[in-house]
């Protein structure tokens, strides 16, 4: 098991990088006690649920019970439980001007100076940055960047990061897709609903599908759809994106949104795309 203790100064950027963790498939603990850290180690240990990849951030947020982290990092390696150390840091600066921006007080100088509770915090995590394995910097990284400093890092042979894409069909008369990142609206196309035989029966169904897609406008809106998402997927992972919600719309959610959907989703697996379809309302 990889266990990972995430640590740095306040405002660094942990829990950014906790929620990186999450997204490459760590089981994330944020805020533990340090004086738990041995006990929980052993749980993922033990657990029937095979953890392989843990991450737990550690900082001054336990109060009194950070004193007690040296002496649990101590205990880990008794229990021969192996343990790296992420550190985050950041210049004075940079600190100082993220806690204006939040209007946020520093968490050990509470109703005092900013910069007097980070000397205080660089003081008390000195030695365990001196015990850190990474250390990063996050003073002139965006989000997006630290994410592919995260990435660089953690994943082996340096595989390339991959946006998982969410093709979500959905009907308008029922709402809008609140989550869709770029939505779509199919419904200047024929709509089955007004064929008898097709009324009751989904866009999953192949008289369904060969009626939506033998209209020349629904291929080629499909075409012109593909090549948006293949110019963007790019730009998106630079950026930092892990997942992409493309929402598709009719009506009701039924035939033709459902059909576009499947054949974009289907497209896109093909070209090598982490794809998930998803048909909220196909079963109203």
Avoid at 121 to 137: F, H, S, T, V
């Amino acid at each position: 098991m990889e266990f990972l203790v995430i640590t740095g100064m306040s405002g660094a950027g942990k829990s950014q990088a906790m929620k990186v963790m999450e997204d490459m498939g760590y089981y994330c603990m944020d805020n533990l006690p340090p004086q738990l850290l041995p006990k929980f180690a052993e749980l993922c240990y033990e657990s029937k649920k095979t953890m392989e990849k843990v991450a737990v951030v550690v900082d001054i947020r336990g109060g009194e019970f950070f004193n007690s982290l040296f002496k649990s990092l101590d205990d880990l390696a008794d229990k021969g439980i192996g343990y790296k150390i992420l550190f985050l840091d950041a210049s004075d600066n940079v600190l100082i001007k993220r806690y204006k921006e939040l209007r946020r007080p520093h968490p050990l100088t509470p109703e005092g100076s900013i910069i007097d509770g980070i000397n205080q915090e660089r003081m008390m995590l000195q030695e365990l940055k001196d015990r850190a394995y990474y250390i990063i910097d996050t003073s002139k990284l965006t989000i997006g960047m630290l994410k592919e400093e995260i990435y660089k890092i953690f994943l082996e042979g340096g595989e390339k990061r991959r946006l998982s894409v969410s093709i979500t069909s959905f009907g308008f008369k029922n709402g809008m897709l609140m989550d869709g990142d770029l939505i779509f609206d199919v419904r200047f196309l024929p709509n089955p609903y007004y064929i008898p035989e097709l009324k009751e029966i989904s866009g999953i169904n192949e008289d369904v599908k060969n009626y939506v897609f033998k209209w020349p406008q629904t291929n080629i809106f499909i075409s012109k759809v593909v090549d948006m998402l293949e110019f963007l997927i790019p730009y998106y992972i630079d950026e930092g994106k892990t997942q992409l919600v493309v929402g598709i719309g009719c009506t009701g959610g039924f035939h033709r949104s459902v059909a576009i959907s499947n054949k974009i989703g289907d497209i896109l697996m093909a070209n090598g795309h982490r794809t998930i379809i998803n048909h909220r309302d196909i079963k109203r």
